[in-house]
């Protein structure tokens, strides 16, 4: 079974600071992994992705994220935070069953506050 | 090249009512997905079809049920709504081999 954890269910930061939104995940097959964003009232967009390429995944706007599978964590950075860029955010772990489909399992967000 | 739609974008209604949620998608994809958000709770998997003419259970079926009408639409009904499940629906869509979920603008869902 498959599992992720967001350590900090709220982060607060000044503009122009960095960002570090941490997660940690469990997965019995060779995961993928992703960071989604959600404005207020608004759906789910996709920031960026690993399916076993690179371990330093670059995404929009800024963002990055590190898949260490020693440390079993997948966590989302940014040099230089920006007022648009508070939001909620959900890692995301993807099971690579044999099926050929997948189910996605949420960590339950980490909300960013951006002051100026 | 509209991505996932979902009717109606609010809803609210009384204890044992019963409605549907609509979801279509126009990119061609095999798998779809009905979520629930609730504050602090993330996103929970309701049910899923992987292919056409396919259902299955997720973490919180209990309440629902789905209809994968054809490739493009896939459907969840309440058949007597309870004010537990008052909540933020999401519909999700992938194609196989491709894991990254496109996700529709969701319902809001009150049920008093």
């Known amino acids: 079974a498959q599992s992720v954890t967001q350590l900090d269910s709220h982060v607060s930061v000044s503009e122009g600071t960095p960002v570090l939104l941490r997660c940690n995940y469990s997965?019995?097959?060779?995961?993928?992994l992703f960071w989604y964003v959600q404005h207020p009232n608004k759906g789910l967009q996709l920031l960026l992705k690993?399916?076993?390429?690179?371990?330093l995944v670059k995404g929009i706007n800024g963002f990055e994220a590190e898949f260490k599978k020693s440390e079993t964590s997948f966590h989302l950075t940014k040099p230089s935070a920006h007022m648009s860029d508070a939001a909620e955010y959900f890692c995301?772990?993807?099971?690579?069953?044999?099926?050929?489909?997948?189910?996605?399992?949420f960590g339950k967000g980490t909300m960013l506050l951006v002051s100026p | 090249n509209a991505g996932v739609t979902q009717t109606p974008k609010f809803q609210v209604l009384k204890t044992g009512q019963s409605m549907t949620l609509q979801c279509a998608q126009d990119m061609n994809h095999n798998s779809m997905y009905w979520y629930r958000q609730d504050p602090g709770m993330g996103l929970r998997l309701i049910y899923y079809?992987?292919?056409?003419?396919?259902?299955d259970k997720g973490e919180v079926p209990n309440g629902y049920n789905v209809s994968r009408l054809n490739k493009r639409e896939f459907s969840l009904r309440l058949e007597s709504a309870a004010p537990s499940q008052t909540s933020v629906y999401f519909c999700a869509s992938t194609n196989s081999g491709f894991y990254e979920q496109y996700f529709g603008p969701g319902t809001r869902l009150t049920v008093t």
């Open positions: 690993y399916t076993s390429a690179a371990t």
């Open positions: 079809s992987a292919s056409e003419g396919t259902t």
């Open positions: 995301v772990v993807s099971d690579r069953g044999n099926s050929g489909y997948s189910t996605l399992t």
């Open positions: 997965s019995s097959y060779s995961p993928s």
